[in-house]
Nanobody, 126 residues
């Protein structure tokens, strides 16, 4: 059982940066693979990034690789998404998700995750 609460979203100009946080509650937080997804108006939810339970393995969508960085602090029960060089195409509601560790190091499909945060809006102006 994991409960997730996102924060850090807002309005930024193209080229700017934002740092999203996801605070997790639950005694088994360190056993979960964590991921970030986003959904723009009229679009399907898409994978952004994921990090393993230890924080040693990460994977990114091609659209954000080199610009975004995912990390986690198990002691603080927090997952972060540092977003740099933001583009208008990054505008979306960003969701934090959790999945109990399975057979693979990362998962990129939303249906594979069981726990979700409420989402935080990120808007990038041109």
């Amino acid at each position: 059982q994991v409960q997730l609460v996102e924060s850090g979203g807002g309005l930024v100009q193209a080229g700017g940066s934002l740092r999203l946080s996801c605070a997790a509650s639950g005694r088994t937080f360190s056993s979960y693979i964590m991921g970030w997804f986003r959904q723009a108006p009229g679009k399907e939810r898409e994978f952004v990034a994921t990090v393993s339970w230890s924080g040693g393995r990460t994977y990114y969508a091609d659209s954000v690789r080199g610009r975004f960085t995912i990390s986690r602090d198990n002691a603080g029960n927090t997952v972060y998404l540092q977003m740099n060089s933001l583009k208008p195409e990054d505008t979306a509601v960003y969701y934090c998700a959790a999945k109990l560790s399975g057979s693979y190091y990362y998962y990129t499909t939303g249906n594979e995750y069981d726990y979700w945060g409420q989402g935080t809006q990120v808007t990038v102006s041109s």
